[in-house]
DNA sequence: GGCCATTTCTACATGCTAGAAGAAATTGGG
DNA sequence: CCCAATTTCTTCTAGCATGTAGAAATGGCC
């Protein structure tokens, strides 16, 4: 029916993730921004998955970097957010507010 | 490893039109609700798959009513938020918002 | 009986998740 | 100096959950 480019709910965190993070954005540090910021224990293997499914859309793409000084430096695989990926995230946004807008959110308690 | 009830995307898509639509949601109408908000062609089936999958988290409770006296007009199924359903709404809510918090979004031309 | 608004059913595609396995680097004891 | 241990990070695999489409069924109205 439609055309169906829509991001997934981890699709999406995972893109907000790579946009705040900027030159840092690579699988482990994206798992510990989202742990830390929303407090879900999020899989690595998620994390990757969900990379590679975002750099096969074209949303993200990835440069492999030299490895760093450090005990278990390993090179590590950073990704930089497309323009298709900054459309996608702004569309999953707005799409968001839209169906927010002029919303009074009850609390919880208040509901059954 | 996490506990894992977060929202998928269209879920809460669906749960903000129940919301919003208060005593006016059946899924023929949120249906609407989400095309004329965001564009999106969504299939009548999704809606029904997804509502029931909520029902089945308890995060949402149905009630049918009786047929309007119109033509065409079978009893409809009309749909409300739980607390859990609140509260889910909320959390997802959240996290997006910590996800976004301090974020300037870049036009999609100026990036690449 | 045919029409219409709505719901139900069915089947397949895509996304999510977990954890174990693999790779590349540093460290420290012998 | 070398090897095994340890650390950080990435890759792989496989099973379950969500998303999607459309056709079929339901039941009141005319």
Redesign the interface.
Known sequence: ???GN????FE??VL??V??LGTDAYGMRVRRE?AD??G????IGAVYATLDRLADKGLVTSTLHDPTPERGGRAKRSFQ???????A??R??Q??A???EG?V????????
């Open positions: 029916m439609a055309k829509s991001l997934g709910e999406h965190l907000l993730a946009l705040r989202i910021r929303t879900r224990d999020v899989s957010l497309t323009g298709a990926g900054a459309e995230v702004n999953a946004r799409d968001l839209s169906m927010q919303q959110f009850p609390h919880p308690r208040g509901a059954q």
